[in-house]
């Protein structure tokens, strides 16, 4: 049963132009969500996080959104860089049961930002 | 600032074997988290320690285990290797409990022949 879904294996955009990473999730006790990432043969990279309480953050070029009705949320990279070329994930916390402290990964999105 | 490093980069054991893992958090991190990637699967959650304890594991067998010294830095050991345990194993730190983000290490690619 995955609790969180990159329905998107891949996703190719033109440099400049925005990038959306979309990300779904089934548990509502989750309350903190966070984009990593990574390159090939490098651990990943935290990007930017997003409490179950807000429903936008940006960091530059990177915003994220959440909608909880929906149990969706999305990354934004605006404008895209050939550099952004990397897999995404979609990563989420519950405080509550057994999930306690660790992580709840999707399975990635592949961007490639091309010239 | 130092970030999660990792040791060994890679690491190739034998059916049967064990393999040790080690992790140093960054400064001021107490919390260490172990996550494996294998092949095709994204990060799957194995076990968590603060402060020098397990706080909660993964569903993964016992001949998975480790321990936090008081340093903080931490141990993953895989017992009785098999070779589906072929994988990357990476580790991540954060301040302590559960609050703010997790930083990455590089990771350790295990495989098991």
């Known amino acids: 049963d995955q609790q969180v879904k990159q329905n998107s294996p891949s996703l190719s955009v033109q440099e400049g132009r925005i990038s959306i990473l979309n990300c779904d999730y089934t548990?509502?006790?989750?309350?903190?969500f966070l984009w990593y990432k990574k390159y090939p043969a490098e651990g990943p990279t935290f990007l930017i996080s997003?409490?179950?309480?807000?429903d936008k953050n940006e960091d530059g070029r990177f915003t994220v959104f959440l909608n909880k009705s929906a149990k969706h949320l999305s990354l934004h990279i605006v404008p895209s860089q050939p550099g952004d070329s990397a897999v995404y994930f979609c990563?989420?916390?519950?405080?509550?049961?057994?999930?306690?402290?660790?992580?709840?990964f999707g399975k990635g999105t592949k961007l490639s930002v091309k010239p | 600032e130092a970030g999660v490093t990792q040791s060994p980069t890679h690491l190739i054991k034998t059916r049967g074997q064990q393999a040790t893992l080690r992790c140093s958090p960054i400064?001021?991190?107490?919390?260490v988290y172990w996550y494996q990637q294998a092949l095709g699967l994204g990060l799957q959650f194995l076990l968590w320690y603060d402060e020098g304890e397990e706080r909660n594991r993964g569903n993964f067998p016992p001949r998975f285990s480790g321990r936090q010294f008081p340093n903080y830095s931490s141990e993953l050991n895989v017992n009785a290797l098999e070779l589906e345990d072929s994988a990357l194993y990476l580790c991540?730190?954060?301040?302590?409990?559960?609050?703010?983000?997790?930083?990455f290490g590089p990771g350790t690619r295990l495989t098991v022949t």
């Open positions: 548990n509502s006790m989750f309350d903190y």
């Open positions: 991540a730190s954060s301040l302590s409990g559960h609050r703010g983000e997790q930083y």
């Open positions: 400064s001021g991190h107490t919390s």
């Open positions: 997003i409490s179950s309480i807000k």
């Open positions: 990563a989420a916390r519950s405080n509550y049961g057994g999930s306690q402290g660790n992580l709840i």
